[in-house]
T-cell receptor
Framework: GEDVEQSLFLSVREGDSSVINCTYTDSSSTYLYWYKQEPGAGLQLLTY?????DMKQDQRLTVLLNKKDKHLSLRIADTQTGDSAIYFC?????????FGAGTRLTVKP | KAGVTQTPRYLIKTRGQQVTLSCSPISGHRSVSWYQQTPGQGLQFLFE???????NKGNFPGRFSGRQFSNSRSEMNVSTLELGDSALYLCASNPRVARGVSGANVLTFGAGSRLTVL
């Protein structure tokens, strides 16, 4: 099966909060990551969380980690049109990082 | 400092041809990994190179190959192209010097090479 699974699409209105969910199977990694891909570009690191943490907040971003359920989520507060992108989670520590299909976030004005 | 540079950005090939894509990592980064991105399969790992050696390989046929040079620049080659090889090929570089080094493993991606096979 897949290492990580994400829902494919999410649509929100500008100003609302967005929550992107991810489930994974391999729990051995020390860190878990969120990457963002804007149209026509490669992936860029958005944030990551140490596996011993339950939550990490970074400005408008909040990452929640439930190790028992192997569930990772990314919350974007006050979502803006510039947040429209594809978001990938990853849980592999080595350089052969495995990503899911990504969640395409669409922000409507 | 310069980011990860991939060339060419766009190319069109026909079935049966071969293609070579190039990736120049961030200066000082010795690890380069390659990914294929398609709408149907998402982002899939191809292979990883470190110090001119392939360290890991994804589940792709032998038509997909790569190499890394002494200056850490990497190339990937796809022979006997098929329609299904149409994709965005992404390269990522990483400063990690060896497995097991502590700290978050942050990949820096290039903008990709978009290959269309007709």
């Amino acid at each position: 099966g897949e290492d990580v699974e994400q829902s494919l699409f999410l649509s929100v209105r500008e100003g609302d909060s967005s929550v992107i969910n991810c489930t994974y199977t391999d729990s051995s990694s020390t860190y878990l990551y969120w990457y963002k891909q804007e149209p026509g570009a490669g992936l860029q690191l958005l944030t990551y969380i140490f596996s011993n943490m339950d939550m990490k907040q970074d400005q408008r971003l909040t990452v929640l980690l439930n190790k028992k359920d192997k569930h990772l989520s990314l919350r974007i507060a006050d979502t803006q049109t510039g947040d429209s992108a594809i978001y990938f989670c990853s849980n592999r520590e080595s350089n052969d990082m495995r990503f899911g299909a990504g969640t395409r976030l669409t922000v409507k004005p | 400092k310069a980011g990860v540079t991939q060339t060419p950005r766009y190319l069109i090939k026909t079935r049966g041809q071969q293609v070579t894509l190039s990736c120049s990592p961030i200066s000082g980064h010795r690890s380069v990994s390659w990914y294929q991105q398609t709408p149907g399969q998402g982002l899939q790992f191809l292979f990883e190179y470190f110090s001119e050696t392939q360290r890991n390989k994804g589940n792709f046929p032998g038509r997909f190959s790569g190499r890394q040079f002494s200056n850490s620049r990497s190339e990937m080659n796809v022979s006997t192209l098929e329609l299904g090889d149409s994709a965005l090929y992404l390269c990522a570089s990483n400063p990690r010097v060896a497995r097991g080094v502590s700290g978050a493993n942050v990949l820096t991606f290039g903008a990709g090479s978009r290959l269309t096979v007709l």
